[in-house]
């Protein structure tokens, strides 16, 4: 007959695990101004750079999917539910806090061919939910991108980016800490310790030399940190 059809489908897999996964970050409304949603983002890759052998060479975020202003999840309603016999709020709670064996025991075990879902569904898939769009963005400019995978429950992407790749991990300098009563430097730097156990971060005036951080004593009481001690900056 010479037709050729490419049918997309939906298909349950695992190869993330192992990955390591950067969470959501819930700022209340009033605090979301001044940069604070980007410190606590950027602060999570200067963790991973201040040991990455502690963590997964693949780097991933899930993001949240599309809802409707009621409330309601369109992927959920006239798909996943069909295999999940719980609300979402009580499947998205077993995600959390369980082993997640429920998934694999309860998720279709065949290919679910996406032109036949109902349009609601087949709309929402791979979308990100719209107050989702700002922490896309700040992924997308570390260096994250899609990698085709969307989440059983809602359809939200996942993006992945290697850890070595992520853009303040690559960027940021390990540097030895002077103290000085005044620092000139004509924009903030982001600044954090250089170990997990310890991991303290802001974002504040540096002046950089060589291979020498100059900070005031508030940031430096702030990281608690000393003159000589290492710190990684971002600037």
């Known amino acids: 007959l010479g037709i050729r059809l490419e049918q997309k ?10 990955w390591t996964e950067v969470g959501s970050l819930f700022l209340k409304a009033d605090r979301r101004k001044g940069g ?27 993001l949240r999917g599309v809802f409707t202003p009621d409330g309601a999840c369109p992927f959920w309603d006239h798909v996943a539910h069909k295999f999940f016999p719980m609300d979402f709020d009580e499947a998205d709670r077993m995600t959390g806090s369980t082993d997640k064996q429920f998934i ?19 709309a929402v898939i791979g979308k990100v939910h719209p107050q989702g769009v700002p922490a896309m963005a700040l992924l997308e400019s570390e260096g994250f991108r899609p990698n085709g995978l969307v989440d059983i429950f809602d359809a939200g992407p996942t993006v992945a980016c290697g850890r070595d790749n992520i853009r303040t991990v690559r960027d940021a300098r390990r540097l030895t800490v002077a103290v000085s009563p005044e620092v000139e430097a004509e ?49």
């Open 9 to 18: 489908t939906l298909v349950l897999v695992n190869e993330c695990t192992g």
């Open 36 to 62: 604070a949603g980007r410190l606590l983002s950027q602060s999570r890759y200067m963790l991973i750079g201040a040991e990455p052998e502690l963590f997964n060479e693949n780097v991933l975020a899930e």
């Open 187 to 235: 924009l903030p730097a982001l600044i954090s310790t250089d170990s997990v156990s310890s991991f303290r971060a802001v974002r504040q005036r540096a002046h950089i030399e060589g291979d020498t951080a100059t900070l005031n004593a508030e940031t430096a009481d702030a990281l608690r940190v000393r003159p000589g001690d290492t710190v990684r900056v971002k600037a």
């Open 104 to 122: 694999l025991d309860l998720a279709p075990r065949h290919p679910i061919y996406i032109d036949l879902l109902p349009e609601p569904a087949r």
